[in-house]
């Protein structure tokens, strides 16, 4: 199954899986299980964050499987207690013990990112990690951290589903050669995602899920996705999304659903900023 899984070509000519599995909210006593039935079903694409609390754990789950490491793409994500240059080298080397590290994120626009990516540029010329991006970044701030810096972010993870469907973003990233992920590709469930008419009737043509026509929406926008899921036949059903094509018209159809609104967390509420910034986590 993973050497069918399509890749993109990062702007450094690195290469990853269009799909992946991500580990956000899943305790760490239940992760190796969950990551070991993911690379179990075939993904090869594995994201998690220090903010997340369960690196090892994926660790551990990549030991025990016996896949060659040279065949997984790794991102985690530095989180903001441990910005700064020498505090972001010191999170760093946390992380490479505990997963190898193939990406490597700044997980929030907020405090200094600046010395943080200027210490990220030192690990990726170094070697230490194959490419270096950022998560939350809206178009103003990503253009910013461009304009001021001798590297671009292969790869900016940002909230993207069919009812935060972020255009304008991607067309930035594209005019910069930055990869557009996906986090949240299911809209976490909500807004009547897994009923949602439009999603199910195009879903019935196909004999997909609702979940198996979003996530290929994306992927025919050349987004790479992440779903989440504890359950082994879900993680099966949301990786079998290459053997149908969404026409120009059932993507059109799509893309009506969208509300111009994050529909799970606002990067520009003052008060989740504040609240992210003085959030503290065992990284």
Request: glycine fraction near 10%.
């Amino acid at each position: 199954m993973s050497s069918q899984t399509p890749k993109v070509t990062l702007n450094n000519g690195v290469e990853m899986p269009v799909i992946g599995f991500g580990v956000f909210q899943i305790p760490e006593d239940q992760t190796q299980q969950a990551v070991e039935a993911a690379l179990e079903a075939g993904y090869r694409l594995l994201d998690t964050a220090a903010a997340y609390e369960n690196e090892r754990a994926v660790g551990r789950a990549i030991a025990a499987s016996g896949i060659p490491r040279e065949d997984l793409f790794i991102t985690t994500k530095l989180w903001i207690q441990d910005y700064g240059e020498d505090s972001a080298q010191r999170a760093f080397d946390r992380s490479l013990d505990r997963l190898g590290l193939d990406l490597y994120l700044i997980h929030q626009p907020f405090g200094d990112y600046y010395g943080s990516w200027r210490a990220m540029e030192k690990l990726n010329h170094g070697g230490r990690t194959r490419a270096i991006g950022v998560s939350n970044f809206h178009p103003d701030r990503l253009a910013d951290l461009i304009t001021h810096n001798q590297t671009a972010p292969a790869v900016n993870q940002i909230e993207t589903h069919v009812f935060f469907q972020r255009t304008d973003d991607q067309k930035l990233m594209r005019e910069h050669g930055v990869q557009h992920e996906s986090w949240g590709p299911l809209a976490e469930g909500g807004q009547g995602f897994f009923e949602n008419p439009v999603l199910a009737e195009i879903g019935r043509a196909h004999g997909k899920s609702v979940a198996q026509v979003a996530l290929r929406w994306l992927i025919q926008r050349g987004i790479v996705v992440i779903p989440k899921s504890v359950r082994p036949e879900r993680m099966a059903e949301n990786l079998d999304v290459f053997d149908f094509e969404l026409t120009d018209d059932e993507m059109a159809r799509i893309a009506t659903l969208g509300t111009g609104q994050s529909l799970i967390f606002n990067h520009r509420d003052p008060e989740g900023v504040k609240w992210l910034g003085g959030t503290r986590f065992n990284t």
